[in-house]
């Protein structure tokens, strides 16, 4: 069984280079870019204008080498499943960002929040709903490696 | 500029039909389901257990009929740009859920909140890390539509 997906839009960001993405705990993803959608899907933006933020769904599409199910991200010294990751090397190439949107011009979705290289394809995007209460929420490994680096820095002396 | 994908994971959920799925304002999604990781892949849920919440991308495997960029919520009488909806009509079949992890069992999720039919291909898994802030979001015409169904519920005489 496999699913055969073409994308259908492309994200134009800051990023040439991964390495000029921010990572990590504490990162701030607060770049702009433009989700360029094809010319034949801009009707499918109607009333999208409304949403304050959106999910966009996208791939890795220049990721390297084999997938690994045990990922080691970059801001913690331990390894993860890589579904309790964002890591890029999943069986599936899936990205998936939250995005602020500033504005809608055409074909063109102007958005804050990108973390994908220029020119990554895209999937899907999807009005932002609701969210988990704060209160609600865990975030596993990630909040324990916050406690550690605050403890003492990977990179202190 | 084609992918193509192969599932890692299929929903077992209680919905045998799409008219069981609760849809619409207000609808709650507190169903109770099983995601099942094929064995070989679990080994990437290592230390998934610490999250509260996880995202879920998985594939509408049985919608019909062709795409429409323009959707029919269940729940407005109005029509909507098809990414500024949930609806399965979109151009690639892709579905997003938010579900709340219960436990980890082997290669099985028990998880909460499911809204795809039972026997959904899963393409992804991954953890909820922040929410929006409730005072930072617009739902578009989803709080339109909310606040027309309150003053005139559309089944109402």
């Given at each position: 069984?496999?699913?055969a997906?073409?994308?259908?839009?492309?994200a134009?960001?800051?990023?040439?280079?991964?390495?000029q993405i921010?990572?990590?705990?504490?990162?701030?993803?607060?770049?702009?870019g433009?989700?360029?959608?094809?010319?034949e899907?801009?009707?499918?933006?109607?009333?999208?204008?409304?949403?304050s933020?959106l999910?966009?769904?996208?791939?890795?599409?220049?990721?390297?080498g084999?997938?690994?199910?045990?990922?080691?991200?970059?801001?913690?010294?331990?390894p993860?499943?890589?579904?309790?990751?964002?890591?890029?090397?999943?069986?599936?190439?899936l990205?998936?960002?939250?995005?602020?949107?500033?504005?809608?011009?055409g074909?063109?979705l102007?958005?804050?929040?990108?973390?994908?290289?220029?020119?990554?394809?895209?999937?899907d995007?999807?009005?932002?709903?609701?969210?988990?209460?704060?209160?609600?929420?865990?975030?596993?490994?990630?909040g324990?490696?916050?406690?550690r680096?605050?403890?003492?820095?990977?990179?202190?002396?």
């Open positions: 069984m496999t699913f997906m073409d994308p259908i839009a492309f134009h960001t800051p990023f040439s280079d991964t390495t921010p990572r990590g705990l504490g990162a701030r993803h607060d770049a702009e433009i989700l360029q959608l094809k010319p899907l801009a009707p499918g933006l109607a009333d999208i204008a409304g949403f933020h999910f966009v769904i996208w791939v890795f599409d220049r990721r390297k084999e997938p690994e199910l045990i990922a080691c991200p970059p801001f913690d010294n331990r993860h499943g890589v579904f309790a990751t964002r890591s890029p090397m999943r069986p599936n190439p990205g998936l960002t939250v995005v602020e949107l500033l504005r809608v011009d074909a063109q102007h958005v804050r929040g990108v973390d994908m290289l220029d020119g990554t394809p895209v999937l995007i999807k009005p932002y709903l609701s969210s988990v209460p704060a209160e609600r929420l865990r975030r596993g490994w990630v324990e490696a916050e406690a680096v605050a403890a003492k820095p990977p990179n202190g002396n």
